[in-house]
């Protein structure tokens, strides 16, 4: 039973086009993140939602937009995908404000892929 | 804002060998959270240990263990009796404790290889 599941695990587009990510956490978690990884592995948070409020955005372009239908639901469109936007994206979740141990928990990760 | 760094881009140990990896990070927070996270080939990010700022005993986790020094912002891990399967990339990662800014900041990622 995955804790953090994504979908699709891969994506391959055209540049200019649209897609969407979704991540899914059956943990109970309050907070629910975004991250990329690019070519030479680092980590980057785009966003974070604690109970379906965005808490975090880290100066991601505007053509990204999270939406979390509820706690347990992230997802992440990407409109006018660029060259630059290939990468790995990483959907976490985490207890909320000072409970639990404070780690995040990951999900598999998607790998989008802009030709 | 928090930075980690890891300033070892790749090691190498021999197996059944120990290997230490550095990690240094620079806060202006008292209260926080250090991990480290492993990222085999398969690209899954798997927690190996974690640290609460305001215990001074040092985590252990099996084969796993850390050397964290709060004065001087220094979050080691060490290996011990290395196996094949430790190979992978390793990210130090800092979490602040304050509401809003909860988010993990990785450090850049030290390769591990293991040398049968």
């Known amino acids: 039973d995955t804790a953090v599941s994504q979908t699709p695990k891969y994506l391959v587009t055209q540049m200019g086009n649209d897609k969407s990510i979704k991540c899914e956490q059956n943990?109970?978690?309050?907070?629910m993140y975004w991250y990329k990884q690019d070519s030479k592995k680092f980590l980057k948070i785009m966003f974070s939602?604690?109970?379906?409020?965005?808490?975090i955005n880290e100066t991601v372009p505007n053509r990204f937009s999270p939406k979390s239908p509820d706690k347990a639901h992230l997802n992440l469109h990407i409109n006018s995908l660029e060259l630059g936007d290939s990468a790995v994206y990483f959907c976490?979740?985490?207890?909320?404000?000072?409970?639990?141990?404070?780690?995040?928990?990951f999900g598999e990760g998607s790998r989008l892929t802009v030709l | 804002a928090q930075t980690v760094t890891q300033s070892q881009p790749e090691m190498s140990v021999q197996e059944a060998e120990t290997v230490t990896l550095s990690c240094t990070y620079d806060t202006s927070e008292s209260d926080y959270y250090l991990f480290w996270y492993k990222q085999p080939p398969s690209r899954q990010m798997i927690l190996v240990i974690r640290q609460e700022a305001y215990k001074q005993q040092n985590a252990t986790e099996n084969r796993f263990s850390v050397n964290f020094q709060k004065a001087a912002k220094s979050f080691s891990l060490k290996i011990s009796d290395s196996q094949l399967g430790d190979a992978a990339m390793y990210f130090c990662?800092?979490?602040?404790?304050?509401?809003?800014?909860?988010?993990?900041?990785f450090g850049t990622g030290t390769r591990l290889t293991i040398i049968p």
């Open positions: 976490a979740s985490s207890q909320g404000y000072r409970t639990g141990s404070g780690e995040l928990f």
């Open positions: 939602y604690n109970n379906k409020e965005l808490i």
């Open positions: 990662a800092y979490r602040s404790a304050d509401f809003g800014n909860e988010k993990l900041t």
């Open positions: 943990l109970g978690h309050d907070t």
